[in-house]
């Protein structure tokens, strides 16, 4: 075994490798016979332990997975915050993506230098509290802080050992539905859970039955909140349907669209609901294990989760027998490690599972074969926690809010020039003018609005009276996306802004096919090129957007170009004031 280790070993034989069996028990409670679901997790003990996964733990790490140490490196060299190499101790990630880089973040790496210890990140999920910095820390909890200046980030990296503020969640402010909790109760407590109604509604599904679960979710109407709208009764059913003795429900917690935070501050603040949504969910198609799958950059919401499920699980609403039943589920929390393209369903069951987050041809549909190639229900966070009013209260009553096609309320983020960042939950028929005016209004004179975030697309002065329903958008030639609301008033530097998108999509590209992998990179050049008082490139841009929607595999590709193509139509392109 030691001749295996390779180097360096002098850190990984001074106790971390008992601390990797300790925490990692090769083999988990997964039916499945390889063990190789456990790369990620393992993984990220040696990063949390050590400050980067070296030769010889990645060669242990291997032998004790039956993975090829050149697979296992291939897995580990795919995520942003797994390092394969040494590096400092502690590494102030600064975030200069659309928010943030709008908010002082670019000056603040300009201040900073070429220092080895900071580095430049895409959206950390924190544009309510932009500029926004994750240090990541070696042998201690990761943290999210929002500094106001160099000096800020400087102090962090030179703190020893104390806790590190996390920005505290707003309190609920007229919300309609499922952020009515939000900054009211303790989220640490299922016993203020409960005194707020918690758990009513799984009662009611068990009483009622899972076809009658899954008729109430049909009868609401409701459409996925993470970008995509497809019906979720539609998709409950289809799982529910499979003959299969095994299968199970995913929440996607891994919301990487710049400029999206509404998970975060659900999970944060009210972590019960998602917990008993998913317990409903695996009742309503028969699982009866779940996954939870957070992003890396979310430590707090992770914590919270985790201390939820636990709680849930020692009071019987969670694990065997679930309320006195017959009926069992369990959930297992996987941390993803920087990667946007996981946050689409299939590269997210890859991650699970062990391999390269990269996303699978469909068909078939994770419905039919999904994580572990067996039917799988996959919704978001914000999805999962308007289960709980469906059912409490019957998907008719749910359906007759907001619009016909838009049912319920919807969570927007708003962020960047408004007075109030902050995630903000109306009914759907909200126009963009009113839900910027709730926010406090545009610092400044407005000129647009990303709608959709980074893959989303711009309304300007013009549209401001839309409705901000599906159907709406859609007519409109725009999409809600994950709820994204970005607000950028006329100092703003569009070009510069269109570049740095255009360096999210060729980054963030899992690099798999071809018309995504250079379709990016070329369409990054050509915003360079522009940037520079280049001419001629909007025919390029056009071309690649073309080749990119046609031919890409999934929708990283096909939506890489929106943002560009609509700042184009919008006369942003070459706007400096």
Request: aromatic share 8%.
């Amino acid at each position: 075994m030691d001749a295996l280790l390779g180097e360096p070993v002098s850190a990984w034989e001074g106790g971390e490798r008992s601390e990797l069996d300790g925490r990692v028990a090769f083999g988990g409670f997964h039916a499945a016979a390889e063990k190789r679901h456990l790369l990620l997790p393992a993984l990220w003990v040696l990063q949390d332990e050590i400050g980067f996964v070296s030769h010889g733990a990645l060669n242990y790490v291997s032998e004790r997975l039956s993975v090829p140490p050149a697979d296992a490196h291939g897995v580990a060299s795919f995520y942003s915050l797994i390092a394969t190499e040494e590096q400092p101790g502690r590494i102030a990630h600064v975030c200069d993506d659309i928010a943030c880089r709008n908010l002082g973040a670019k000056e603040i790496l300009d201040e900073l230098g070429s220092r080895e210890d900071v580095r430049p990140s895409p959206c950390l999920g924190q544009c309510d509290n932009a500029p926004a910095v994750f240090l990541q820390l070696a042998g201690q909890t990761d943290l999210v802080t929002a500094p106001a200046n160099a000096d800020a980030v400087l102090d962090l990296l030179s703190a020893d050992g104390d806790p590190l503020p996390i920005p505290s969640q707003p309190a609920a402010d007229g919300q309609t539905q499922i952020m009515q909790r939000v900054g009211i109760i303790d989220p640490t407590s299922i016993d203020a859970y409960l005194d707020a109604g918690g758990y009513l509604a799984l009662e009611r599904a068990i009483r009622i039955g899972a076809p009658a679960v899954i008729e109430e979710v049909t009868k609401s109407n409701i459409r996925g909140r993470g970008g995509a709208a497809f019906p979720a009764g539609i998709k409950w059913a289809a799982v529910a349907n499979e003959a299969a003795d095994t299968k199970y429900v995913v929440c996607n917690a891994d919301e990487s669209e710049p400029g999206t935070f509404k998970d975060r501050i659900l999970i944060e603040s009210d972590p019960f609901p998602i917990v008993e949504a998913m317990t409903i969910a695996g009742l309503a198609v028969g699982a009866e294990q779940g996954w939870f799958y957070v992003r890396g950059e979310y430590p707090l919401a992770q914590a919270r989760f985790e201390a939820a499920a636990a709680q849930a699980r020692s009071r019987g609403y969670l694990g065997s027998n679930v309320i006195g039943t017959e009926f069992n589920f369990d959930i297992e929390v996987r941390r993803g490690a920087g990667a946007y393209i996981c946050g689409e369903e299939t590269a997210l069951f890859n991650s699970i599972e062990g391999y390269r987050g990269e996303p699978r041809q469909k068909p078939p549909f994770p419905t039919q074969a999904g994580l572990f190639g067996k039917p799988t229900l996959i919704n978001n966070v914000e999805t999962l926690a308007n289960i709980l009013p469906i059912i409490r209260e019957g998907g008719a009553a749910f359906a007759d809010t907001g619009t016909p096609e838009s049912t319920g309320t919807k969570i927007f983020c708003l962020s960047g020039h408004v007075a109030k960042p902050g995630a903000y939950e109306v009914e759907f028929g909200a126009t963009l003018r009113e839900l910027i005016e709730s926010a406090g209004g545009t610092t400044g004179k407005f000129r647009a609005a990303l709608v959709g975030g980074a893959a989303g697309t711009f309304l300007t002065q013009d549209q401001l009276d839309l409705s901000l329903t599906f159907e709406a958008t859609a007519a409109a030639g725009a999409s809600l996306g994950s709820g994204v609301v970005m607000v950028f008033n006329s100092d703003t530097d569009f070009t510069d802004l269109l570049v740095r998108i255009g360096a999210f999509f060729r980054d963030e590209s899992c690099g798999q096919c071809v018309p995504c992998r250079v379709g990016t990179m070329r369409q990054e050049e050509s915003l360079i090129r522009l940037a520079a008082g280049g001419t001629d490139e909007t025919r390029i841009l056009e071309d690649l957007a073309l080749v990119m929607s046609d031919s890409s595999i999934c929708g990283f590709g096909h939506a890489a170009s929106w943002a560009v193509q609509s700042a184009i139509r919008q006369g942003l392109i070459g706007e400096t004031t």
